[in-house]
């Protein structure tokens, strides 16, 4: 059974820094790209970045460039998203989901909010 | 990609059939002539789940009343007869360009 459990989210004030994890089990975890996927609350879906197989591409959504970064270990079938200078504005449910130009297997997500 | 769905909000009658229209701002024909066209459910405190790929094809265990046509820029899901555990929120999404996006949602209720 395909499992995605995503930790790591809390309170944060703006402008700090945050790692969110997931674990991933029931698949082979290094031959698929991963993302990362996150819900504001009460709106709607965002596709925030993803990662290539062996980590050698990663692509972020423009509005976290230079601030969030999407990273994987293999070894330890673990996808993590750094989170530097946060904003209200990241404030969400953050999922990491198994893709294939789609995804099909999300994890139950982990709530970040970004306030003082 | 801009993705828009229509309607935003849809009241159905239990056993009634359901549509939502999804339009892409360009063509979602990728280069291996596959058109990455997804949807899903979001039941109300749940995790997204897929329930559509590829356009038409279904994820394993979707029932058969949930149907996805299309092509180029415009696509439709279709519940053939609502039941109630179908409310929820529907969105499609693109796959075929990045950064990949989703349409702003489209709330079904029972009326």
């Known amino acids: 059974e395909v499992q995605l459990v995503e930790s790591g989210g809390g309170l944060v004030q703006p402008g700090g820094s945050l790692r969110l994890s997931c674990a991933a089990s029931?698949?082979?975890?290094?031959?698929?790209?991963m993302s990362w996927v996150r819900q504001a609350p009460g709106k709607g879906l965002e596709w925030v970045a993803n990662i290539k197989e062996d980590g050698s591409e990663k692509y972020h959504v423009e509005s976290v460039k230079g601030r969030f970064t999407i990273s994987r270990d293999n070894a330890k079938n673990s996808l993590y998203l750094e989170m530097n200078s946060l904003r209200a504005e990241d404030t969400a449910v953050y999922y990491c989901?198994?893709?294939?130009?789609?995804?099909?297997?999300w994890g139950q997500g982990t709530l970040v909010t970004v306030s003082s | 990609v801009v993705m828009t769905q229509s309607p935003l909000s849809l009241p159905v009658t239990l056993g009634q059939p359901a549509s939502i229209s999804c339009r892409s701002s360009q063509s979602l024909v990728h280069g291996d002539g596959n058109s990455y066209l997804n949807w899903y459910q979001q039941r109300p405190g749940q995790s997204p789940r897929r329930l559509i790929y590829k356009v038409s094809n279904r994820d394993s265990g979707v029932p058969d009343r949930f149907s996805g046509s299309g092509s180029g820029t415009d696509f439709t899901l279709k519940i053939s007869r609502v039941e109630a555990e179908d409310v929820g929120v529907y969105y499609c999404m693109q796959g075929t360009h990045g950064p990949f996006t989703f349409g702003q949602g489209t709330k079904l209720e029972i009326k």
């Open positions: 989901a198994r893709e294939d130009r789609g995804f099909e297997y």
């Open positions: 029931g698949f082979s975890f290094r031959s698929y790209w």
